[in-house]
């Protein structure tokens, strides 16, 4: 096999910082991380573990770890022994130890400068209460909620990870011969030689931002995903044929719905047809000519239509002998193929893996990019400790990226760590309104475990009911999920595809899935952020709010990326008003709706919380004031095919007002093989200037840096204004490097929206869009917004009219009186009715728009 491609590790704690006795010993790894050993043998552990790859960050450079902080300075700490104590104190944290076995009594740590706990010191073996949580390895058959695994942050300012049970990874001459095999990987998992504790304790406070991205570079940093992976995701479990399939690919080319990835589930290869005597049909490597005649054919075929394909694995049974690969892999194994004798599946043989890997690298040649890994079997090897999942995990990312390939796997979470084996797929959920409601919160707190790139079955997988709502709600999670994969189960009545659904919920489908290759761009910027900065798109709002109560409260709540906040709607509409409501906090500041411009106020220090209730149509999806969003038009003429993913010629680029912003816009020429190498980097800095009076208002594109050649050398730029008045064309000055030129103006009153395009814009030259007479915000048709709720209310027409005449006087005013309209009784023998009910819910969401400003 070519060589293997291996984990970067920095296993060895600096000395400088490490305090030990015989059978103790402590790494002071930053002045809010600390490793915590006992052995009773005297023996630790310096080899990387299933968990931990770098301990010494004094000369991580080389590592790609050390770009969230900086360069990394030795941590500032004292050490005194008194009363038969060793107490250790940094700036963040002060340890005291009385150097015998770890016990509650003698290990504590306090954590520094924590407001609002009064639980921030740590005893050994405490139950962490106040940990914010992490994630969990699948929800498989789950409706609604699950218990979560342990994070690195807690609103008690401490968190602790157990690794003394992880196995370690050794290399080199230690990995030459594993079980008296030859290893040809170069590495190798084995148990530890020596049990003990092993204990890492983050002391940051309520920093939770930098705790996460320690425990990056503690464990290893996220990966680049390419930039396919980051569009539309199609998937079912589904006897498809070849034929089937591409009538469903030309499908959604008619429709304008765009993919990038498809997911061939098991039925790719033989299971009906297995032999009984070779047991049941899950795990298989024989691609089932029945259903596909020609399988390089078929993934040719996806190729061009810009797909990238990802075929599903259950390799618990092994090798067996009706496999097309049988005969060669048990030669490797010794075994002699004319008896039938299976290959048994056994990830701790580097024989077998060797095997293995090279069945799959034949599969890959007919067309296949990466591989689903569905295990579902259990968690339990020949090696003490070793989950086969994560083994899994670990050997099939590092061989898919080989001969300089841009690795990935598709594959469950397998404990702290798994994140540098993305992508995540999260199980088979139930379609539930209960499973939607879980999910956001689910995402997002995966982050306090620096997971940040799950897949979920959009939609839902399987039981459940039918809820064409939900599903519509679903899919608009999806847009807004760090991937976007639609997913069922093998129902004739559970498809996914929107024209299944009736045309308002089609039409919503349609749009989720647009919007989600519209906001490219805009994703695989957040792509490098995460991997260069160690900031998943999808945070928690509390990171960045963390002494601000409310930011808690708001579970469903999330925000994505740098400029966006996302409250998907999880609970279906209320028939009274005809709209869905979801609860929204706002940080303190200036917001807009991304879609309708119109702009919300939180003045106050805390933020601000209400209702947003929206259509079917409808997403809560705020911008911040200055934020910048590019996007991706699907335009055809311009943009190539619709599945491209290529570095788009035609931008458009959602300008927020408000307050000054700037954009890094990061692109690259594919070649980085999941790294953020700079050499390969495209950026192209955006800026807007904004001052309240509308003095100056102006928005510039510099000329690319970096890596020209990987983008288009002339762009179609337009830059649309959300929220802001109209204004003539002659009132702007727009320049290409210096140069005067006339663009096309336009103004959409009701997204409040002007809009300025620059055709073929040299990318090397800067293009500059002056206001002479500044901008300023669009009026709030806030009356016209609430005669909208009131024109769909399903209530009675008297009530609407007396509503609407008390707003127009006295707009939010009003408000109060909708509470204790009057009765009225109608005059018309036989046709009596009592007009005094305004349901609370029409009341809150015509609360929202009179309130917003």
């Given amino acids: 096999m070519s ?86 104190d940094t700036p963040a944290l002060r340890l005291t130890y009385d150097m015998q076995p ?32 992490g994630t969990a390895r699948t929800l498989d058959a789950v ?11 807690s609103r008690d300012g401490w968190a602790v990870l157990d690794d003394s049970a992880s196995n370690v990874i050794v290399e080199g001459a230690e990995a030459a011969t594993v079980k008296g095999e030859a290893n040809p990987f170069g590495m190798w998992v084995m148990p530890r030689e020596h049990p003990g504790k092993d204990l890492y304790v983050f002391g940051y406070g309520h920093r939770y931002i930098e705790a996460v991205q320690d425990f990056y570079r503690l464990t290893g940093p996220t990966p680049l995903l390419p930039r396919f992976a980051l569009g539309n995701w199609w998937s079912r479990y589904h006897r498809y044929t070849e034929a089937e399939y591409l009538e469903l690919v030309d499908r959604f080319e008619q429709e304008g719905l765009p993919f990038t990835t498809a997911v061939i589930d098991m039925d790719w290869h033989l299971v009906d047809d297995v032999d009984p005597k070779y047991g049941s049909g899950w795990t298989g490597y024989t691609w089932n000519r029945e259903f596909f005649p020609d399988p390089e054919r078929f993934q040719r075929i996806l190729h061009e239509h810009g797909l ?21 892999v048990a030669e490797h194994m010794g075994i002699d193929p004319a008896g039938g004798e299976p290959v048994e599946f056994d990830l701790t043989s580097p024989r077998f893996m060797e095997a293995y890997f090279d ?17 579902q079997q259990g968690g339990v090897t020949r090696q003490k400790g070793l989950d086969p999942l994560w083994m899994l995990n670990h050997m099939h990312y590092l061989d898919s990226g080989r001969d300089g390939r841009w690795p990935l796997t598709f594959s469950r979470y397998a404990g702290p760590g798994s994140h540098r084996y993305p992508v995540g797929f999260s199980g088979d959920t139930v379609v539930t309104w209960e499973s939607l409601k879980f999910q956001p919160y689910f995402t997002a707190t995966a982050s306090n475990i620096g997971y940040g790139w799950w897949s979920h079955d959009i939609g839902g997988h399987m039981f459940g009911y039918r809820d064409e709502e939900l599903e519509a709600r679903w899919y608009q999670l999806g847009a807004f999920s760090p991937i976007n994969r639609l997913h069922s189960t093998d129902s004739p009545f559970n498809g996914k595809e929107p024209w299944n659904f009736h045309p308002e919920t089609e039409c919503s489908m349609d749009d989720a899935l647009r919007l989600r290759h519209e906001l490219l761009p805009y994703l695989y910027t957040m792509n ?39 409250a998907p709607i999880v609970t279906p509409s209320d028939r009274d008003v005809q709209l869905a409501k979801t609860d929204v906090w706002l940080p303190q500041g200036t917001w807009f709706d991304f879609f309708t411009g119109r702009r919300y106020e939180a003045g106050s220090a805390e933020g601000r919380k209400f209702e947003a209730w929206r259509g079917l149509d409808g997403i809560p999806v705020f911008a911040k004031a200055g934020g910048i969003v590019p996007l991706q038009p699907l335009d055809e003429e311009l943009n190539g095919s619709l ?44 800026d807007f200037r904004w001052e309240a009076d509308g003095a100056v208002n102006a928005f510039e594109i510099a000329p690319v840096a970096g890596n020209v050649a990987a983008v288009p050398q002339q762009r179609t730029w337009t830059v649309t204004f959300t929220g802001v008045a109209p204004v003539a064309a002659d009132e702007l000055i727009v320049t290409v490097g210096g ?30 869009i002056h206001a002479t007479n500044g901008l300023r915000y669009a009026d709030d048709p806030a009356i016209e917004d609430a005669f909208t709720v009131l024109y769909n209310a399903q209530i009675d027409y008297l009530a609407k009219e007396r509503a609407y005449r008390l707003i127009k006087a006295d707009g939010a005013r009003a408000l109060n009186a909708l509470h204790t309209l009057e009765s009225t009784k109608s005059s018309h023998p036989g046709h009596e009715f009592d007009d005094s009910h305004m349901p609370e819910s029409v009341i809150q969401a015509v609360a929202e728009p009179l309130l917003r400003a």
């Fill in 643 to 686: 599945n491209s993913v290529d570095n788009p010629r035609y931008l458009e680029i959602a300008v927020f007002p408000g307050a000054n912003g700037a954009f890094d816009l990061k692109e690259d020429d594919g070649t980085n093989q999941a790294q953020p190498s700079d050499s390969a980097l495209a950026v192209t800095h955006m």
């Fill in 102 to 133: 770890f016990s509650k009594e003698g290990l504590s740590i306090v954590v520094k400068g924590v407001a609002n706990s009064q639980m921030n010191t740590w005893h050994y073996g405490e139950t962490q209460d106040g940990n914010l949580r």
């Fill in 739 to 768: 140069a005067e030129v006339v663009p096309d103006v336009s103004y959409d009153a009701e997204t409040l929206s002007l809009s300025v395009t620059v055709a073929d814009a040299p990318v090397t030259q800067a293009v500059s």
């Fill in 308 to 328: 990238r394909t990802t075929l599903n694995v259950h390799p618990r049974d092994g090798v067996r002998a009706f496999e097309d690969g049988y005969a060669k």
């Fill in 528 to 566: 490098w952020r995460a991997a260069a900065e160690g900031r998943p798109l999808v945070e928690p709002m509390y990171w960045q709010s963390p002494e601000n109560v409310t930011a808690y409260g708001v579970e469903h709540e999330f925000r994505f990326g740098t400029e966006l906040i996302v």
């Fill in 3 to 88: 060589t293997f491609p291996q984990l970067a590790t920095r296993p060895g704690m600096n000395p400088a910082s490490v305090i030990q006795g015989d059978r103790w010993r402590i790494g002071i790894i930053t002045e809010s991380l600390v490793r915590l050993e006992w052995q009773d043998d005297g023996k630790f552990e310096d080899h990387a573990t299933q968990m931990v790859v770098n301990r010494d960050w004094l000369s991580d450079g080389a590592n790609g770890a050390d770009g969230a902080n900086g360069t990394a300075t030795p941590p500032k700490f004292t050490k005194t022994e008194r009363d038969g104590l060793l107490i250790i």
């Fill in 359 to 375: 069945l799959h690298h034949g599969l890959e040649a007919l067309g296949t990019d990466f591989w689903w890994l569905d295990w």
């Fill in 143 to 153: 409706d609604g909620e699950i218990e979560l695994g342990l994070g690195v942050i």
